[in-house]
């Protein structure tokens, strides 16, 4: 084994990264991971994490490299795993092919990792790092992240605002407020993400598909959810008719009309009772508890005023997706993005960190982290 070189690790480890950004949009929940096998300086085999339920990094990096596996260094974004879930463990992997030093980005949060595949690494006389690019390691899997240490799925909020802020029109006309390269890359989120949301004002409104169309859908297309208290949902909505192009997930309330469920299941749309709370209205955090439970995360919400401000207000939403289009509607009644209690003062802002400005046709986007509250 050669004598670590940090510039030599630090270039191999961004590779790894690089091939770990490649699983976006088809590992979810499952984290994003690139494996880079190298020896004396030469790279001998790579992969990453391809689909949700596939062979992991390590195990693409080790079949690329074969024999000349053995004695080479693995850089990887991630932990290697230790458990069986729906593949073996990596560590085995990596132990049987001869691998002599390990260097890791991160540790792995999830309980079921945590603590034990590095160790059992030492234990078989590997040499073991962890940390190099660790940040970005971190900021990639951020949904992942949240989503084994809190029992939540990361949420997206997306909007598509004039300058002023307003989302519509008096009338409720919103289409279109930004231009289609804006709409394509609307849909490039839809597909990054497992679930896309909506309240079922929307989905009388506007009547959507919240399918990927304007790019290329992955295998595993996003589910729609509807949350839905009273079971409106018309039957022959554009949601109901389109479940062979994705699903269909309503969470309704227990007054639901019974009829309404069966006739809804008759057609194939999944159906999931809440309680509702002491404002009649489905609980927010419960959902999305109930979407982790079915694995479904992350989720982009694409609602309006009324429910994008409650996922605001309940400091449910991770992250903004903001597309602005160089205009203005002006107050005359025009329906603004969020309906929130202003602060007081400036000090009581909800103030995110600008992760991304960039240009999209003739509109802008901005992605915004929230703080975790």
Known sequence: MSPANPELDRRLMLRALALARR???????????????AREGRVVGEGWHRDFGGPHAEVWALGAAGAQARGATAYVTLEPCSHYGKTPPCVDALNAAGVTRVVAA???????????????????????EVGLE????????APFIKYVTTGLPWVTLKTAT????????????????????????GHRLRREHRAVL???????????????????????????????THLRLPLE???????????LLVLHGPQAPRDKAAALAARGVALARMETGADGHLSLP???????????????????????????????????????????????????????PGPRCLSDLLRGELRQVRRVGGDLLARIRLPRV
């Open 23 to 37: 699983g976006g949009g088809r590992v979810h929940p499952n984290p994003q991971v690139g494996c880079v096998l």
């Open 106 to 128: 991160m540790a792995d949060p999830n309980p079921l990792v945590a603590g034990r595949g590095l160790p059992r690494l030492r234990e078989a006389g590997v040499e073991v």
């Open 134 to 141: 660790g940040p970005a390691s971190a900021d990639l899997n």
């Open 162 to 185: 004039t300058l002023d802020g307003k989302v519509a029109d008096h009338r409720g006309v919103s289409q279109w407020i930004t231009g289609e390269p804006a709409r394509r890359e």
């Open 198 to 228: 909506t309240g079922i004002g929307t989905v009388l409104a506007d009547d959507p598909a919240l399918t990927v169309r304007l790019v290329r859908p992955h295998a595993r297309r996003p589910v729609r959810v509807v949350l839905d």
């Open 237 to 247: 909505s554009v949601l109901a008719r389109s479940l062979e192009q994705a699903p």
């Open 286 to 340: 419960e959902a999305l508890r109930l979407l982790a439970a079915y694995e479904l995360s992350p989720v982009l919400v694409e609602a309006g005023g009324t429910l994008a401000s409650a996922f605001l207000a309940s400091g449910l939403v991770d992250e903004l997706a903001c597309f602005l289009a160089p205009a203005i509607l002006g107050d005359d009644a025009a329906r603004p993005a969020f309906r929130l």
